[in-house]
C-alpha cells in the first residue's frame, strides 16, 4: 500500500510514519516542509497521486475557543477530502477522541466538525477514536509555568500514542468501515493526578491544583465519557511504563 499521513510529525503522526514503515508500505508524509498544507490545499492532490490510502492526524494546539478549532479541523479536513477525492484515494482514516459526542464545544467542537465533515465527504472513510495521550499530561503542564499548576478536573483512560498508532495503521490497512473500535489505555487515571506523577518523575517541584471548570465542557471533562465504554479496545502500556520508556522525555 502507499499510505500518506497528515501530520506526521505530530505527537502521533512521527509514530505512524514509524508502524508504516514497519509494516512495509509505500509512505508519504503531507507536511509544509515537503510543500503540501492542509489549511490552504496547496500540493495535496500531487502528492496523494498514487495513495490508496490517508490517516490524518493533524492536530492544532490545545485552545478553548470552539470557533478556532472548528475552522481548524474543518478546513483541513475539506481540503484533504478534495484532494484525495481528485487523485483517486479510496480510504480516508481520521483520529478523532472517545467519549465527545456531548461535549459539543472548546476543543472537541472542532474534532466533531471534522468528524462530520469526513462522514459527509466523497470519499470511502473511517474514524478512530482514542483516549488521552499519555502525553497528554506534559502538554497541558507546559501551557502554564510558576509553582502552581492548575490541572481541569478530567476523569481518562489514557493511551501510548505508540499503541495509537499502530491502530491508525491496523485500520488503514483493512479498508474503509465507517467507525473503528475506539482505543483506550489499560488504566483509569485523572489528569491531576498523573500530572502529579509526571512532576515526581521529573524531578520537578511545582503544585498541582486539580480545578473543575465551568460549563459544558468542563462538565464533559469530568463526566467520565472520555474513559471510553466497555467496548473500546485497550492498550498495554501504563501511565508510567511510559513515563519510564525512551517515548517521555524529560524536560
Do not use: C
Not at 509514530?15 to 509512505?27: C, S
Not at 483517486?88 to 466533531?112: E, F, M, P, Q, R
Amino acid at each position: 500500500m502507499r499510505i500518506a499521513i497528515a501530520g506526521g510529525t505530530g505527537t502521533v503522526g512521527r509514530h505512524v510514519t514509524e508502524h508504516v514503515r514497519a509494516a512495509g508500505h509505500d509512505i508519504v508524509v503531507l507536511s509544509r516542509v515537503n510543500g503540501t498544507d492542509v489549511l490552504t490545499g496547496e500540493g495535496l492532490a500531487g502528492a496523494l497521486a498514487g495513495a490508496d490510502a490517508v490517516i490524518d492526524v493533524t492536530n492544532l494546539a490545545t485552545t478553548l475557543s470552539a470557533k478556532k478549532s472548528k475552522s481548524f479541523f474543518e478546513t483541513a479536513a475539506h481540503h484533504l477530502l478534495a484532494a484525495e477525492e481528485q487523485a483517486g484515494v479510496g480510504h480516508h482514516v481520521v483520529l478523532s477522541i472517545v467519549g465527545i459526542d456531548d461535549i459539543d464545544t472548546s476543543y472537541y467542537a472542532g474534532k466533531l466538525a471534522q468528524e462530520r465533515a469526513v462522514s459527509a465527504g466523497p470519499v470511502p472513510f473511517t474514524i478512530a477514536r482514542a483516549g488521552q495521550f499519555h502525553e497528554f499530561a506534559g502538554q497541558i503542564l507546559g501551557l502554564v509555568s510558576g509553582p502552581f499548576a492548575p490541572m481541569p478536573r478530567t476523569l481518562m483512560r489514557p493511551v501510548a500514542a505508540r499503541e495509537v498508532a499502530a491502530h491508525l495503521v491496523r485500520v488503514a490497512e483493512a479498508g474503509a468501515a465507517g467507525r473503528a473500535p475506539d482505543l483506550v489505555g489499560p488504566r483509569d487515571e485523572t489528569l491531576a493526578d498523573a500530572a502529579r506523577r509526571q512532576l515526581a518523575f521529573d524531578g520537578i517541584r511545582r503544585r498541582v491544583i486539580d480545578l473543575r471548570l465551568p460549563g459544558a465542557y468542563g462538565r464533559g471533562l469530568a463526566s467520565g465519557s472520555l474513559r471510553g465504554g466497555a467496548d473500546a479496545l485497550q492498550g498495554e502500556i501504563t501511565f508510567d511504563e511510559w513515563l519510564r520508556s525512551a517515548d517521555h522525555t524529560r524536560p
